[in-house]
Each structure stands twice: as C-alpha cells, then as structure tokens.
C-alpha cells in the first residue's frame, strides 16, 4: 500500500483496506510513542499548518505528531496575521506555503477549500476541517478510537448525536461507518438532521439508519454514543442557534438508563452536552479520544511523506 505523496480531503477516497493500514501504523506509532517518547521518521522536514479557524486539539496534534517524528513546524492559527487579511487569495498562499515545507495541513471556513489548495500544491495537503464539510483526520482518530475502547467496528451500534447538519465530523464519520457493518441512529433536532445525500448514501450502501430527535429509546441499544456541539458559528441566523442551544445534556442520569458498558465520544470542544461529572466515569473516552489524534496525525504524516510504507 502506498500513501506517498497522497492528498487527505475526503474519507471517501479511501478503501477499507486503506483505512484499516493507517489505524495499524498508528498502532504501531503509539507503540513506539509509549517505548521511545519520540522518533526521527521525519526529521529535517517541514509540516504547514495553515488555520483560518479556531482550533486547539486538531493543529497542536498535528504540531505535536510532527515533533514526535523528529519534524518541525510552520505555520498561522489566525487568518487575521497571515497575508490573507491583506486580500491574498488562498490559491496564491498555498503556492508560496508550498516552497516552504513538505506537507500542508489546511483549516478553513468554506466548503472545498482543501480540496482547492490540494489543486495548487504539489506536496500533499491534509483537510483539518473544511467548513461544515468533512474531518477527515478526525474521523481516523475517532475510528481508531472505536477500535481501542470499544474493540470492535465491524457489528457496532452507535449513536451521532447533535448538530448532524453543520457538524463535519460525523459527515466524515458516517461515510467511514458505512464501509462496516454498522447501525447509526442519527439523533438531532429536526432543524440539524444529517444531510439527505448523506442518508441516502449510507442506505444505498446498505447500512441501517434511524432518526430520531431524541435518545431516550436508544440509549441501552447503542454502544457508543457520538455526542457533538451545536455548532454556533455556522448558523445564518443567531436566532435559529437560539432555538436547539443546549437540547442535548448527558448527565449521570442518563447514563443510568444506558446501556452498562456505553462509550461516550465527543470530537471536543464541548459546550454543555456532557456534564464534567461523567469524566471519570468509565464511559468517558473522549479525553483518551482526543489523545489519539497523535499516534493518529503521526502514522498519516509519515505515510504521505513516503518515510513510512
Ligand atoms: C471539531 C471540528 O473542528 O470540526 N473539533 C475537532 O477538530 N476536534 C468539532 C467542533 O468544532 O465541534
């Protein structure tokens, strides 16, 4: 398998066998994460972050996966210092950002931006978050994830919930599920339902979809629960983000209406979906979650640069 040179934008450009390669080696980069605190897989190159949006997990793991592989880093967290604020086109930056490193990671606001720098660079780019489009590393590290705490992605029940409109993580991860043999409930306010195309994909692929606004009859059915934010920032009209704030609050009281061994995931930053009293419980992963990012970020980054195979 050969991901060298390789773009990131979309999950859907991968196989399963693909898919199921990357989460080995990062196994294998958590392995030796834990044996040797870091490697030199990558040293002497350069890793790009260009973020036009605010993000803290996504960027410092890929800054931190870089350095863990002997690698450095360049980059901007703020539209508003890069020359962007200046009127420079995102085409143009990403030509010059080119000349500087070997990979790019890329976060931005608008839907297809990634796959517009992938167009203007030769090196590989990765998409850290297009819009409300796609999460494509996300979705590796929460299918990793699955796979570490849950066991298993063949045969799982989960449910996404929250704002599966806007919400490009559990775009991007429904479109992995569909490649297993999985059941989702998609839960979310009438106003937030997963995008049609997206449910109409996943039921031609065969996989079984329920929608429900609301996870009361499902809690002991599932063994995960994919909980998301409503994402403010892409509502058109502040008002319409008025009406479903805060619908969704997993407290210690619904998990005892759960399924015992319930697994609750959350890409992260969470607002008030889940109350920080289940964080030492046995079903909270979502910190463990969001550590994986680096083995994860790790095994992608050495992959497309060609170190590893
Ligand atoms: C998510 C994102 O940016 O899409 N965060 C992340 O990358 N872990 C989720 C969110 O912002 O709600």
């Known amino acids: 398998m050969n991901f060298k040179g390789r773009d990131i934008i979309s999950i859907r450009s991968f196989t399963?066998?693909?898919?199921?390669?990357?989460?080995?080696?990062?196994?294998e980069m958590d392995h030796m994460l834990k044996k040797h605190g870091s490697l030199s897989l990558l040293k002497g190159k350069i890793l790009a972050t260009l973020f036009y949006e605010p993000s803290t997990r996504t960027k410092l793991s890929f800054e931190s996966a870089m350095h863990r592989l002997g690698g450095d880093t360049i980059?901007?967290?703020?539209?508003?210092?890069?020359?962007?604020?200046?009127?420079?086109?995102?085409?143009?930056?990403?030509?010059?950002?080119?000349?500087?490193?070997?990979?790019?990671?890329?976060?931005?606001?608008?839907?297809?931006?990634?796959?517009?720098?992938?167009?203007?660079?030769?090196i590989p780019v990765i998409n850290a978050g297009d819009g409300a489009g796609r999460h494509p590393t996300q979705t590796l590290l929460d299918l990793y994830t699955l796979r570490r705490e849950v066991g298993k992605l063949d045969g799982l029940r989960i449910a996404l919930l929250g704002d599966?409109?806007?919400?490009?993580?559990?775009?991007?991860?429904?479109?992995?599920?569909?490649?297993?043999?999985?059941?989702?409930?998609?839960?979310?306010?009438?106003?937030?339902?997963?995008?049609?195309?997206?449910?109409?994909?996943?039921?031609?692929?065969?996989?079984?979809?329920?929608?429900?606004?609301?996870?009361?009859?499902?809690?002991?059915?599932?063994?995960?629960?994919?909980?998301?934010?409503?994402?403010?920032?892409?509502?058109?009209d502040p008002e319409e983000y008025k009406k479903v704030q805060g619908t969704y609050k997993i407290t210690p009281a619904t998990i005892e209406?759960?399924?015992?061994?319930?697994?609750?995931?959350?890409?992260?930053?969470?607002?008030?979906?889940?109350?920080?009293?289940?964080?030492?419980?046995?079903?909270?992963?979502?910190?463990?979650?969001?550590?994986?990012?680096v083995p994860v970020r790790m095994a992608i980054l050495a992959l497309v640069s060609g170190a590893l195979r």
Request: aromatic share 8%; hydrophobic share 40%; charged share 25%.
């Open 16 to 27: 399963k066998q693909e898919i199921l390669y990357i989460l080995e080696k990062a196994d």
């Open 75 to 122: 980059g901007f967290s703020e539209a508003g210092v890069s020359s962007a604020a200046k009127g420079e086109t995102l085409a143009d930056t990403v030509r010059v950002v080119e000349g500087y490193s070997d990979i790019l990671v890329i976060r931005h606001p608008m839907e297809g931006s990634a796959l517009l720098a992938a167009e203007y660079a030769d």
């Open 164 to 236: 599966l409109k806007y919400g490009r993580t559990v775009h991007s991860l429904a479109h992995a599920l569909s490649l297993f043999d999985t059941q989702i409930y998609a839960v979310s306010p009438e106003e937030l339902r997963l995008p049609r195309e997206i449910i109409s994909d996943l039921r031609r692929k065969g996989v079984e979809v329920v929608e429900s606004n609301s996870f009361e009859g499902i809690l002991d059915q599932v063994d995960v629960l994919y909980v998301t934010r409503i994402q403010k920032e892409r509502f058109p």
């Open 257 to 293: 209406r759960a399924n015992p061994d319930l697994v609750l995931l959350h890409p992260l930053p969470r607002i008030d979906e889940i109350s920080p009293e289940l964080d030492n419980t046995r079903h909270a992963k979502y910190f463990q979650q969001s550590y994986y990012g």
